[in-house]
C-alpha cells in the first residue's frame, strides 16, 4: 500500500470518527441543555396560601419538587405567604426572604415546609461550556477514529481493472 494512500485513510478515518463524537455529543447535550448557562440568581416565591395547599396536600403552583442549578447560582427564597417557612438551612419569616449559595456539584434533598413532601430536591452541576461540548467530542471522536483507522488499514487496497481479463495481469 502507498504511503499517500495510507495517510489518506488515516485522516479520512480520524475526521469520521470526530463527526461520529460530535453527533454523539450533540445529543447527549440535548438532554443536558438545562446546565448550559452561566451562574444567576434563581428566585422562588412562596405565594400566599401555600401553608394551607400544603396543609390539605396540593403542590403549590409554580414551585417545583425537584430543581436543576449550575455552580455558582444563588438561590433567592422570598416569602409572601403569611407563615415561616424552612427550606434546608434557610429560615424564612413570612414577608422575607433569604438566599443559598451553590457552590459545588451536589444532589441535595433539603427538608422543605413549602412542598406537600415536605422535601424538595436540589440537583446542582458543573455548568456546560463551550470547552466542556469539545472535550466531549475530543474523548469520543479520537479514539472512534483511531479505531476505523486501525480497520481502515487492514482492508485491500482497491483495484482499478479494465474490461479486457488479457489486461489484468499484475507484474
Known amino acids: ?41 434563581i428566585e422562588i416565591v412562596i405565594p ?8 390539605r396536600g396540593e403542590q403549590p403552583p409554580a ?13 433567592v427564597v422570598r416569602n409572601e405567604d403569611d407563615v415561616d417557612h424552612q427550606l434546608g438551612p434557610l429560615w424564612i419569616p413570612a414577608g422575607t426572604s433569604g438566599q443559598l449559595r451553590l457552590g459545588q456539584p451536589e444532589s441535595l434533598a433539603y427538608e422543605c415546609s413549602f412542598q406537600p413532601g415536605n422535601y424538595i430536591g436540589l440537583d446542582v452541576r458543573e455548568p456546560l461550556t463551550l470547552a466542556t461540548r469539545l472535550y466531549g467530542i475530543l474523548y469520543a ?7 476505523i483507522a486501525l480497520y481502515a488499514l487492514i482492508l485491500p487496497e482497491k483495484k482499478l481493472w479494465k474490461n479486457d481479463p488479457a489486461e489484468n495481469v499484475q507484474p
Do not use: H, N
Open 48 to 55: 400566599a396560601g401555600t401553608s394551607e395547599m400544603v396543609a
Open 63 to 75: 414551585i417545583q419538587a425537584d430543581m436543576v442549578f449550575v455552580v455558582g447560582d444563588v438561590l
Open 141 to 147: 471522536g479520537l479514539p472512534l477514529g483511531i479505531l
Open 1 to 41: 500500500m502507498q504511503k499517500k494512500t495510507i495517510i489518506r485513510r488515516i485522516l479520512v478515518s480520524l475526521a469520521l470518527g470526530i463527526l461520529i463524537g460530535l453527533g454523539l455529543s450533540e445529543i447527549t447535550f440535548i438532554f443536558l441543555r438545562e446546565s448550559a448557562r452561566e451562574p444567576k440568581s
